[in-house]
C-alpha cells in the first residue's frame, strides 16, 4: 500500500493494510503443527468521534467508560481535539471455519483449536493495532490503540457488572459493523465468532453507514422472539432470557476453563466460546437471512 493513499483516501488505505496484515502477519497463526492460521479476511468499519452514540454509551456504562475524545485527550497530552477531528478505526476478525466446526462438537469446555486462537491469535490485533499506530504517527498522524493506554482499566459497575475504559465490541457497534446478542456477543455480518479490534486517529475519515437503530437488531431471540439456542449452549447456565450474567461466564472461563486448558492443551488461557458456535449467528447474521 502506497502512504500517500492516506491522505488522498484514507478509508481505502486503511482497508487494504488490514487486510494486508492478517492476509501476511506471522502473528496470525494458531502455532500448532500445520501452522494453521488464526483468523480469517477481517472487515473493517470507521465511525467519528463525535458520534453521539459514543456519548450514550459512555454516559450508560459510567465510570470506567470514556468516549473516544477523553481517552484520546488524556493519551495524547497537550493535544487538543475536538471528537468530530477523531475517526475510530475498527475491524472483525473471523474464526477459521475449523476452529468453529471443533468448538461447535464442544459442550463443557472450549476446543484446542479456540483456545490456540484466544492465546495466540489475539496477538493479531495486538499488533495490528500497533502496525495502524505506526502508519499515521509516520504521516503524521495522531493515533492511538485505546485498550493499550497506562491509564486502561476493567471495574464493577452498579449496572452491567465489569466494563472497561474501552470496548472494541461497542467502537465496532458504533462503526457499523454489527449488533449485541443475548449473550453480549456482537452479530455481524458474518457471524459471532469473531474478535475485534480498534484505533483511534486525529484524522476525518466518512462513517460506515449503520444498517440498523436498534442494538439487538441481528439477535433472533430480541428481533424475532425466537432460538434463544446459545442458552442451551452455555454448560454453566450463564444465558437466559433476561441476558448474560458475566459473573457466572467469567468464573466458568477463569475456573475449570482455564484449568482445563492448561492441563490437556498445555496453554494457560481462559475462554469458552460455546455461545459463539453452534448457533445461528455463528458465521451469519441470521435475522438478514429470514428476511431475504
Not at 461447535?104 to 472450549?110: D, K, N, V
Request: proline fraction near 8%.
Amino acid at each position: 500500500m502506497k502512504p500517500e493513499n492516506l491522505h488522498t483516501n484514507p478509508a481505502s488505505f486503511l482497508e487494504g493494510s488490514i487486510r494486508e496484515f492478517c492476509r501476511d502477519s506471522p502473528a496470525n497463526s494458531l502455532r500448532n503443527q500445520a501452522n494453521e492460521r488464526a483468523y480469517e479476511e477481517p472487515l473493517v468499519g470507521f465511525s467519528s468521534g463525535g458520534d453521539p452514540l459514543y456519548d450514550e454509551i459512555a454516559t450508560d456504562i459510567g465510570p470506567p467508560s470514556l468516549t473516544p475524545a477523553e481517552i484520546f485527550c488524556q493519551a495524547v497530552p497537550g493535544i487538543h481535539v475536538v471528537a468530530e477531528d477523531l475517526t475510530i478505526i475498527s475491524w472483525i476478525l473471523p474464526q477459521t471455519r475449523a476452529t468453529c466446526m471443533d468448538n461447535r462438537s464442544e459442550t463443557m469446555y472450549p476446543s484446542e483449536r479456540w483456545i490456540r486462537a484466544k492465546h495466540f491469535g489475539r496477538d493479531v490485533s495486538k499488533y495490528l493495532a500497533e502496525h495502524l499506530v505506526r502508519i499515521f504517527l509516520d504521516a503524521g498522524i495522531s493515533a492511538i490503540n485505546p485498550t493499550a493506554v497506562p491509564f486502561f482499566s476493567i471495574q464493577e459497575t452498579k449496572t452491567y457488572g465489569l466494563a472497561s475504559t474501552w470496548s472494541d465490541r461497542h467502537a465496532a457497534y458504533v462503526s457499523g459493523l454489527g449488533t449485541f446478542g443475548l449473550c453480549d456477543g456482537l452479530i455481524t455480518p458474518i457471524g459471532k465468532a469473531v474478535i475485534c479490534g480498534s484505533v483511534i486517529a486525529q484524522i476525518r475519515i466518512p462513517p460506515t453507514p449503520r444498517p440498523y437503530t436498534d442494538h439487538h437488531a441481528s439477535c433472533l431471540f430480541y428481533a424475532k422472539e425466537t432460538c434463544g439456542i446459545c442458552m442451551k449452549r452455555c454448560p454453566v447456565g450463564a444465558i437466559t432470557p433476561l441476558g448474560h450474567d458475566k459473573e457466572l461466564c467469567r468464573n466458568h472461563c477463569f475456573g475449570v476453563a482455564q484449568t482445563y486448558a492448561r492441563e490437556t492443551y498445555g496453554i494457560d488461557e481462559y475462554g469458552c466460546g460455546l455461545c459463539q458456535t453452534g448457533v445461528p449467528c455463528e458465521a451469519r447474521n441470521p435475522v438478514r437471512i429470514k428476511e431475504r
